[in-house]
């Protein structure tokens, strides 16, 4: 479903009828929409040259904004998206300046296993438009699993957030607006789950 969320939110009907995943990965914006979820996701990404193939974690495959590890002979020919086990949950959350054809202001894919118990496990959270290119916040991700989602103190999920991003960017002119933001979001994208979490319980 977060791939979904994600791709119903990209540019326009005629621009979704176009555009494609390859394309939305091998161009490698920092505001790709395409690219939170399938960090979180775990994909993979096959490269087919004269030579051979070769697959790399789409994490590894990124090289910085706009940039990947594509060789001049590949071609992007497979996406592989190992399927989610039971009791996952997943959200996408994007702020953009308007509501449609809207490039993310920021955004955020969560991915996260509840236990029987709701404990959070093997949680994976990835921003777009947030670091230079997007990355999991391993310290955010360490931060939400171990915790019930009968108290996890979302307050400070979202301050942790803030903070890993910060490190990760430095102070820029848009770290005002983004490190608060990127707090209401990891908390919405949160809320969200637990509440879908408690609704199935
Ligand atoms: C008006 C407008 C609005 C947009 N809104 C959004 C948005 O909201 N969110 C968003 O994420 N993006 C948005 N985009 C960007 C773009 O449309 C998407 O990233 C789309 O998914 C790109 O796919 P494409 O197939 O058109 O790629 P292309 O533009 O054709 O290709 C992008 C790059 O990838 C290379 N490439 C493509 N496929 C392969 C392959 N299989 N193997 C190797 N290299 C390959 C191309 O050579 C090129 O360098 C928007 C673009 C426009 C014009």
């Given at each position: 479903?977060?791939?979904?969320?994600?791709a119903?939110?990209?540019?326009?009907?005629?621009?979704?009828?176009?555009?494609?995943?390859?394309?939305?990965?091998?161009?490698?914006?920092?505001?790709?929409?395409?690219?939170?979820?399938?960090?979180?996701?775990?994909?993979?990404?096959?490269?087919t040259?004269?030579?051979?193939?070769r697959?790399?974690?789409?994490?590894?495959?990124?090289?910085?904004?706009?940039?990947?590890?594509?060789?001049?002979?590949?071609?992007?020919?497979?996406?592989?998206?190992?399927?989610?086990?039971?009791?996952y949950?997943?959200?996408?959350q994007?702020?953009?300046?308007?509501?449609?054809?809207?490039i993310?202001?920021?955004?955020?894919?969560?991915?996260?296993?509840?236990?029987?118990?709701?404990?959070?496990?093997?949680?994976?959270?990835?921003?777009?438009?947030?670091?230079?290119?997007?990355?999991?916040?391993?310290?955010?991700?360490?931060a939400?699993?171990?915790?019930?989602?009968?108290?996890?103190?979302?307050?400070?999920?979202?301050k942790?957030?803030?903070?890993?991003?910060?490190?990760?960017?430095?102070?820029?002119?848009?770290?005002?607006?983004?490190?608060?933001?990127?707090?209401?979001?990891?908390?919405?994208?949160?809320?969200?789950?637990?509440?879908?979490?408690?609704?199935?319980?």
């Amino acid at each position: 479903p977060v791939l979904v969320e994600a791709a119903y939110t990209i540019g326009s009907t005629q621009i979704r009828n176009r555009g494609t995943i390859g394309g939305n990965i091998v161009n490698a914006s920092p505001a790709a929409d395409l690219l939170p979820p399938l960090i979180a996701l775990k994909a993979e990404v096959e490269l087919t040259s004269g030579k051979g193939k070769r697959v790399l974690s789409l994490e590894e495959f990124l090289a910085g904004p706009y940039k990947t590890k594509i060789q001049a002979n590949e071609l992007l020919t497979k996406i592989k998206i190992p399927l989610l086990g039971d009791n996952y949950y997943t959200d996408f959350q994007k702020i953009g300046r308007r509501k449609a054809l809207s490039i993310a202001r920021l955004s955020l894919a969560l991915v996260t296993k509840i236990d029987k118990e709701g404990i959070f496990q093997d949680t994976r959270v990835v921003p777009g438009s947030a670091t230079p290119y997007p990355q999991s916040l391993p310290e955010t991700e360490k931060a939400v699993n171990g915790k019930s989602v009968l108290n996890v103190d979302l307050e400070e999920i979202g301050k942790i957030t803030s903070k890993e991003m910060v490190s990760i960017t430095g102070e820029r002119w848009s770290t005002p607006y983004k490190k608060p933001t990127i707090a209401v979001l990891i908390k919405r994208a949160l809320e969200k789950i637990i509440k879908e979490a408690k609704t199935n319980d």
